[in-house]
């Protein structure tokens, strides 16, 4: 821990000489009403995710991100990915892959404090969204139209939402006002990309109605022009989204949420060719139904009954052009079905208690699973924030899962905030986090002859079968691995962050710094269990890794004038495969200058930690708002350093140039202008320095514009 403690004491005396630089720069920061500010006084807005009730934003002790509309709205955004990519400490990754603790994943993904996007829960309104492809679901399936704010707690969470919430929880919460408003909007920009968004919101007596519909299409674009295949094919996506809420009483009322989601992506490849022979399209269904009743029996005790059905399904045909005949085909098909209560009591002006319990099925069925799967999951959870004194608060919590696939689960958490003073919040948070084995460790059985590979989930993995095959002949070589597979444990972590946060009292500005260490154990990867005759291998999955995440995050937010507002974050990351520093240890680490180049032995110091984390992350943000003369705009800026995406020596980090990804400058701006209150013109540039790596970010396709009209109906 000396080299983080080291470099955390540089960077904290460098942090203050920055706040000081910035807040005594050419612009005069005076005592002002702060009330149109975009970042300062949002910790004055309430927050439900990391605690399961309302809190202020400042009086939240677990690290904790709000994104409000008035920022999306700014930045002329379309698709969830995208917003998240320019919040602090976030950090978005792209490609496709399967390991777990390289970070791997299929389309964009979110990660956190380290942590891959396979173990970052998304939910919307407060339920988990399904449809994971390679363990991650893809963040650019969510248009960001109606989102109404996004809630960001990070580091372990499962103590309150149990698995897949072992690095962090993202909510989008939608929509939900009390007022009558129409509103639409147009998008059109690079690559034929257009966007159609309208919302109608009707508050009458009990009832509110809120409707929203979004059409998102590109022809695609190319950034391998020497390739035959397009780096993005033409795709349209529709959803539309109804959420109704009655209200029997003042103290009852019913949410009717329903949202419904199709997709369509073109595919053409070039198979055994210089030119595409196969096409076809994939097919994207998500509908989501979520009721919920919520019932107050007096100021002190509430309790809501959810019920929530989710229901994705992706089917891709692929065939060669020249005869039709079958090139591939996957259906994929993936259920959940929840229902739960929660409860919140006050007995005490100093407790206030939450108690919940649930059941969860969960089914896949998919042509690389023999038959339909099932998983069920009952849990309990409890939570009391216990208001010591004034300045001291403590908040203890626990959630116990019975899982059908898995031993049963424990998971703690201990949150405390201590305010010295009206300025300054100092947050201590421990939690223990845990990600289940999902379908495709348990139940994968996919044989892949083209490629030579056949992967089997550890639940259809059988050794006796492997023994009778090499007896048979088929089977040439039994690896040790094979005897170790057996059932999986879920992959588990326990997470520390110690922070404070310091509000400004005579300018409208404020600062944050949040140290982090995750330990994560009996991580699963998938292992090489035998060699068949042919050559090809025999692979599923088991638990063998354990690995670290550790750094620091620092904010500043400030309102510069009336009309600007500044926000900057930087990240600092160090990760660690804890097998491969014992390699280190024992002299028995291995590497290369250059592939074919000698094999020289490494030290710790050539070690870069896990693929596909950058050490450096910092993201700034400028934003113009005037009221009088209804002009705004932002300016955004996200640097990433260099990232290790590949090991071609063996070794199981990055070492040689080759292995990495080039670090780079990502700038996006926005300039709008409102007439009459009604109609607003928004133009927006993004990757103004049009930085391009087909390869590692194929989501940027280079400089691209978008041209948008917004017309508020009524």
């Not at 291995?590 to 094999?599: K, S």
Request: proline share 4%; aromatic share 14%.
């Amino acid at each position: 821990m000396r080299d983080i403690h080291t470099f955390a004491a540089v960077m904290m005396k460098k942090l203050i000489f920055c706040c000081w630089g910035l807040l005594c720069c050419n612009f005069t920061l005076k005592s002002q009403d702060a009330s149109d500010s975009l970042w300062v006084n949002d910790i004055q807005e309430l927050v439900v995710t990391a605690t399961r009730s309302q809190r202020m934003l400042a009086n939240v002790a677990v690290p904790t991100l709000l994104v409000q509309k008035k920022q999306i709205q700014l930045s002329g955004l379309l698709r969830l990915n995208e917003i998240l990519q320019e919040q602090t400490g976030l950090m978005v990754t792209s490609g496709t892959g399967s390991s777990a603790v390289g970070g791997g994943v299929f389309g964009n993904g979110v990660q956190i404090q380290g942590l891959s996007p396979d173990y970052t829960l998304i939910l919307l309104d407060g339920e988990p969204l399904i449809g994971r492809q390679g363990g991650v679901m893809d963040l650019s399936r969510f248009t960001v139209g109606n989102i109404q704010k996004i809630e960001v707690v990070k580091g372990p969470s499962s103590a309150l939402y149990g698995s897949e919430a072992m690095g962090g929880v993202v909510n989008i919460i939608t929509e939900k006002k009390r007022s009558n408003y129409a509103n639409a909007a147009f998008r059109y920009g690079s690559f034929h990309a257009r966007d159609f968004m309208a919302s109608l919101n009707l508050d009458r007596h009990k009832n509110t109605m809120h409707f929203f519909f979004n059409y998102n299409g590109s022809h695609g674009y190319d950034l391998t022009p020497n390739r035959p295949e397009r780096t993005l094919d033409p795709y349209v996506n529709a959803a539309l989204q109804l959420k109704w809420t009655h209200r029997f009483s003042e103290r009852t009322h019913l949410v009717w949420n329903n949202r419904l989601y199709r997709g369509k992506q073109q595919s053409a490849f070039a198979i055994n060719s210089d030119q595409l022979n196969v096409f076809g399209n994939g097919i994207t269904q998500d509908i989501n139904v979520q009721p919920t009743l919520n019932h107050f029996f007096d100021d002190n005790l509430k309790t809501s009954f959810r019920l929530y059905a989710s229901y994705y399904r992706f089917t891709q045909q692929l065939n060669y052009q020249n005869t039709s005949e079958s090139y591939y085909a996957d259906d994929f098909v993936h259920g959940f079905y929840r229902a739960e209560n929660q409860t919140d009591w006050t007995p005490h002006p100093k407790h206030h208690i939450i108690l919940g319990s649930g059941y969860n099925l969960q089914t896949v069925n998919t042509t690389r699973y023999r038959g339909l799967k099932q998983q069920r999951i009952g849990y309990f959870f409890a939570q009391n924030e216990w208001k010591v004194s004034d300045r001291l608060d403590f908040i203890p919590g626990l959630r116990f899962d019975l899982n059908s696939d898995f031993a049963n689960r424990l998971s703690p958490k201990l949150a405390a905030q201590y305010r010295p003073n009206a300025s300054l919040q100092i947050n201590f948070s421990y939690g223990a986090g845990f990600k289940a084995p999902d379908f495709r460790q348990l139940y994968l059985y996919y044989v892949n002859n083209p490629l030579g590979y056949q992967l089997y989930g550890a639940s259809e993995f059988s050794l006796n079968e492997l023994l009778q095959q090499q007896r048979d002949g088929f089977i040439s070589r039994i690896l040790p691995e094979a005897y170790q597979i057996g059932r999986l444990r879920p992959e588990t972590s326990h997470g520390i962050n110690v922070g404070a946060r310091y509000q400004f009292s005579k300018i409208p500005a404020r600062t944050e710094i949040n140290f982090f260490y995750n330990a994560i154990t009996d991580l699963i990867n998938y292992v090489p269990a035998a060699f068949r005759n042919d050559g090809s291998i025999v692979f599923s999955y088991l638990n063998i890794r354990e690995a670290y995440t550790r750094g620091l995050e620092w904010s500043l937010s400030s309102q510069l004038g009336k009309d600007w507002d500044l926000e900057l974050g930087y990240q600092y990351l160090q990760t660690a495969d804890r097998q491969v520093l014992e390699n280190f240890k024992k002299g028995e680490v291995f590497g290369r200058e250059y592939p074919g180049g000698p094999a020289l032995r490494l030290t710790r110091r050539n070690y870069t930690g896990l693929l596909n984390r950058s050490p450096h992350l910092l993201q700034a943000k400028l934003a113009y708002l005037n009221k009088a003369t209804l002009w705004g705009g932002s300016l955004r800026g996200i640097y990433r350093s260099a990232w290790g995406v590949l090991d071609l020596d063996g070794n199981s980090f990055a070492n040689m140039p080759d292995e990495f990804a080039r670090g780079y400058l990502l700038l996006n701006m926005s300039v709008q202008k409102t007439f009459h209150q009604k109609y607003t013109l928004q133009i927006v540039a993004n990757n103004l320095l049009s930085h391009k790596d087909p390869v590692n970010l194929p989501q940027l396709p280079g400089l691209n514009w978008l041209l948008a009209f917004t017309w508020n109906l009524f």
